[in-house]
Each structure stands twice: as C-alpha cells, then as structure tokens.
C-alpha cells in the first residue's frame, strides 16, 4: 500500500515562484529537446501499438567476462560521460548474449531506461552491480531513435512493444520462460503496459521500478501552469507533446495514465518492487509513484536510510537504492543494505 505520508506544501506564493523557477529551468531543455527530437503530430492518448514496431535500437554487447568482477561507479556524471562518448554502448556487463542464467538467479533482468535517458547513462552503476552478483543482464534503448542519445520520449505504448519484442529475445537467448525487469523513472511505469496490455504477466517474474512514473506526475504544478498556459496560448501544448509525447502521456490524469490504472495498478503473476525517494522532484507528489496490490512492496529510501538523499535523477546511481533491487531480485538471500551519505543528481 501506499504510505500515508503527509506532503506538506508552502504557501501558495511560495510555490507559485517555484513553478516559474522549475519551468525557466525546463525551458532551455525542451528548446534542446524539440530541436533534438524528430516531430511528430501523434495525438497523446494512449493508442495500441501499431504494426509494424520498430525494434528497440540495437546493442553492440559488452565483452564478456569469464568471472564479472567489474568496478561499480555510483556516479550520474559517469553515466553521462559513458552516453556521450557512445549512446549505443551497452553498460558494462550488459548483453552478453552467450550469458546463461545460473541456478541461484534463474531469471535474466531486462533494464529499462527513463525518460530522456538511455541505458549508458541510466544503468552505468546497476548493470556491473548485477552482474557482479551473478545476473545475466541485458538492455536496449527504449522509446528514442536508434543512436540517439535522448531516448524515451516516444509514444509509451510502443516503447512497451519494443519491450516485448525484446524480452522475447532474452528468453530465445537464454533458454529461460521469464525474465526480471528494472526500470528507472518511465523505465519502471511502461513495463506494466507490456504486463497488462501486450501479453507480458507471463514472461515476468518480478519487475522493479526506481522512482517510477505509476501515477503520472503534476511536475511540482508545471502540468497545471502548462494547461493555464495553453489556455493563453494555443498551441503550445501541442508543441510539447509533438516533441516528447511520452512526457505528455506522463501527465497525471492523462488519457494513458487513466487507461492504465483502470481496474487497479498491478495484474496477477509478476511481484511488484517500488523504490522511491522522498526528494523527487520529477514525479510528484512522490506517493504517486507507488502501487496498490496484493503482491506489492513498496519502499522509501529515507525509511531505509536517513542520510541519503538522492532525488529522481541520482536514484539510478544510489549505492543504497540499488543494494535494495538486489534483495528485491532475490529476496530468499538478502543481502546488507549500506546506510551513506547519498547527494542530489549525483548518487553515491
């Protein structure tokens, strides 16, 4: 269940400034974004996917290593750099494709990139923690075009389609009937489209989403200041859907959003993870990225440990938070969760 914790809010100017704040601070983004993306006039509802699906962008694997041992950096920027130097590169100990599953981790985990971000940058840290531990770990780009270094910001529904058509490789690969999922942000939410939607309840054993987007998100009230604004402007909205229609369909209350909540958050057979942090500034209120079901556990980071203090971007690079997934992963062996100082964005 959801905790029931109480989000205090400032006074109403107060939180007028920080809208304007966050959406001056967004501004030059979307600017890069919509010069960056390639157009679209795709409406934001939610459609099924349509045939054919362009596959998810193609990984060039990692070198395979007879016995992992591969250093673990709980760093952003290391991340970033990685995606910068290559947006195709797999993160290390990723998609080694002669990997077979051992008996202690019968389940290969497919890793799912957020919004705006690839794998290089988003897994740079989880990918060699995994394999470290004896996981055959794959991950493709989600949602962008092939080499590119934003990904994520297509039309939700046929990312989910991508993922499909990709678990159904890991498991010819493997040899195995189902896989474990752990996404970041979108990366943790649009897997549950696949679950409901495209046939994928029986080919997950558990999924695991890093602050995801369950709920949709209000953007600390940008999503209302952008619906007054295009009440003002007209075709504003538009022109922020047409260049990242999966931030549109990230709305709280969004068509999407509403198709995919109705008749309850989780479907039967998959366990559902949800770590979140109490200073998300993306998905927000935070509560909204947890799940109501019967096989849920949900968690707060700073319930675990108090000094750390990650935020939405910095989670996928938290030494606390990832130890976590490896006991949502194999939760019959858990293993010590450390309690560090964690920082905003960077990680640790």
Not at 121 to 134: E, I, M, T, V
Not at 176 to 195: F, N
Not at 249 to 265: H, K, T
Request: a negative charge.
């Amino acid at each position: 269940m959801p905790f029931p914790l109480p989000i205090k809010r400032p006074p109403r100017s107060a939180r007028s400034r920080r809208r304007l704040f966050l959406l001056a601070a967004a501004t030059p983004a979307l600017a890069l974004a919509t010069a960056a993306l390639p157009a679209s006039t795709a409406s934001a509802a939610p459609v099924r996917p349509a045939a054919p699906v362009r596959p998810a962008a193609p990984v060039r694997a990692a070198a395979p290593a007879a016995a992992p041992d591969l250093p673990v950096t709980y760093n952003f920027l290391a991340g970033v750099a990685a995606a910068l130097a290559d947006p195709s590169a797999s993160p290390p100990g990723a998609n080694d494709w002669s990997c077979k599953p051992s008996a202690a981790h019968p389940y290969p985990v497919v890793l799912v990139n957020g919004t705006g971000a690839d794998m290089a940058d988003d897994f740079s840290a989880l990918s060699p923690l995994l394999a470290d531990n004896g996981y055959c770990v794959f991950a493709a780009n989600f949602g962008g075009a092939p080499g590119g270094l934003l990904q994520g910001y297509e039309d939700i529904a046929q990312s989910a389609a991508q993922l499909s058509a990709f678990v159904n490789q890991v498991i010819a690969a493997t040899g195995v009937s189902q896989v474990d999922i752990v996404g970041h942000s979108q990366g943790g939410m649009m897997p549950r489209y696949y679950l409901k939607f495209l046939g994928g309840a029986g080919k997950v054993h558990t999924l695991v989403g890093l602050a995801p987007s369950n709920h949709g998100t209000t953007l600390d009230g940008i999503a209302t200041l952008e619906s007054e604004l295009s009440a003002l402007i007209p075709g504003i909205g538009s022109a922020l859907s047409s260049a990242c229609q999966a931030c549109a369909e990230q709305i709280a209350g969004s068509a999407f959003m509403n198709n995919l909540n109705a008749g309850g958050d989780t479907v039967p057979g998959p366990t559902y993870t949800v770590i979140e942090t109490r200073n998300d500034e993306i998905v927000t209120p935070y509560t909204s990225a947890f799940l109501t079901g019967p096989a849920v556990t949900n968690i707060l980071l700073q319930n675990v440990c108090p000094l750390d203090q990650t935020d939405h971007i910095g989670i996928a690079d938290d030494t606390v938070a990832l130890h976590l997934v490896l006991n949502a992963l194999d939760p019959a062996h858990p293993q010590a969760v450390p309690c560090v100082l964690v920082l905003p964005v960077i990680g640790g």
